[in-house]
Each structure stands twice: as structure tokens, then as C-alpha cells.
């Protein structure tokens, strides 16, 4: 087994492939670091650099081992950085937010938990609209974002959240006193679309190009908000695909809500910048989890 020095050693070397820059950075002589190396290659019975008085590069069976070294190194970093925070308690600032009412109970649950476990974190809690959820995760604003599946592009926690899709139309629609409708219903009258900026996998999710039989969808207009989307349906514009909650946080006189019989569910739960994957919404996405382990229906 190699010593911790060693290893140390070894890459900083790999990484500088310069004895004195390497003796400076870990603070020992470049005897030292010499020292090191020849130990290593005895063990290992081949060298694992090439050095002349000009230069310094790794041999191929060095350049291999440093490649197999560097993540076993950064995983034990990890492990006790991990460790360590989870001795001490997680501190600074959360921001997370929801996407729509219906989620708001979901990570007001999650927000409760998380504050329990680690009360020295302040969590910032926001409502974020449709049109920049996602500029909102990228640019760091939010952290966690409790929204809908799929949202390409970001990494996806657990669902927490399932939900039957209806159909919203005019209240004076053909459909609107049918008992339920097919998805195939979409290729005979034109849906309203989400925003541009919406994700490709979200908008492919529930507004579709084509039916199940691969019949086409006209596209109606978009609107910017989930509430101009469901005024152009009100308007005779189209129609619209929506979870089933939608009838409990959005009740119109002027729409009419069509259970569609033949549609999965929609999924929703936390989202979040995988490049921003810290022990903070590591530890609220478990919380989540933990607060809503049972799937709404």
C-alpha cells in the first residue's frame, strides 16, 4: 500500500512535472521529493518518470497510475468533507423555490424538515416563474426548484408529486361535457404552447408534436404564464394538457377540465444544477424525499 505522502507526492508531480515547483508546493526539499519517487519505483519495478536534466514527463505506467489515483484521491476528499460537515452542521443560505401552486405544499414540507435537521441554514423560500426556472438554476438565483419532470438539462431528485393530466378547454368547447378524451383528441384542435424558453423534453412531455398513432398536433399560440396559457384556452384559442390540480389552484367559470384517459401521469419533485450539487441540496433533496415519501395522487 502506498502512504499518504506518497500518493501526495506522486501527483503533485504528475500535475507540475518540475521538482523544485513540487518541493515548494508540499514544503520539503527536492531531495525529498526524489526520495519519494525512487521509493515508488522500487516498489512498483518500473520507472514512473522520464527525467533528464531538462525535462520531466511521466512514463506511460506512471501516466496510468496517476489516472487511476486522481478520483480514488478525490473520492476520499469527498468522503471526509462530507464527514466533517455532517459533524459540525450544515450553515450560509438555501434558496429554493416552486413552480406553480400545486407544488407549493411539497417543498413547504420539505423547507420544514430540512430547517429541523439543520437549523443553522437559512433557507429563502420563492415562488419562480414559468419563464426563468431555468436561466433562475444556471445562474445560481435558486438552488433547488420543485417542478415538473422531465426538465432536461438539470439533475432530477425523486417525484414526490404524481398527477392525473386533464384536458383544459373553453367552457363552451365540443369537449367540455365529454365523460373523458383520448390523447388522439390533440390532433383535432390546436394546443397552446409554453414558452420558448420551456425545456424541449418538457414541452415534448405535454404538448406533444404528434399522438400516440403519430397523427399531427396543430400548435396554437404560447403564452408567457401558466395563467395566459389557460386564458387562451378560455379564449377559444385551444386547448391544453394540464395536471389535474390545475381544477383545485386555477378554478374558471369559463374553462371546463377533461379527465384524458389514456395519459401517464405528471411527475414532479426537486431539480437542481448537477455543477451545483452541494452537501446544502444534497441534504434538502433527502429532505424532500423523507417529508413527501409517499406520491401524492
Known sequence: MLERYEVETFLTL???????RTAERLRVTTGRISHVVRKMERRIGAPLFERTSRVVRLTP?????ADDLQPLVAGMEDAVRRAVEAGRGLTGELRVAFVGESTAPVLLRAVTLFTER?????VHVHEAPLASTRSSLRDGSLDVLIASFPFDGMANGPALLRERRVL???ADHPLAGAESVSLEALADHPVVQYPAVTSTEFKRDR??????SGRPVPKGPAGNTFSEMLSLVAMGRGVLPVGERTRRYHPRPDLAYVPIHDA????RGPVWLAANTTARVREFVRAAADANSHPEE
Open 118 to 122: 439543520h437549523p443553522d441554514c437559512v
Open 61 to 65: 505506467i506512471g501516466a496510468r497510475l
Open 207 to 212: 404538448t406533444p408534436d404528434r399522438t400516440p
Open 14 to 20: 504528475a500535475e507540475e512535472l518540475h521538482f523544485g
Open 168 to 170: 383544459a378547454v373553453a
Open 264 to 267: 401517464p401521469p405528471i411527475l
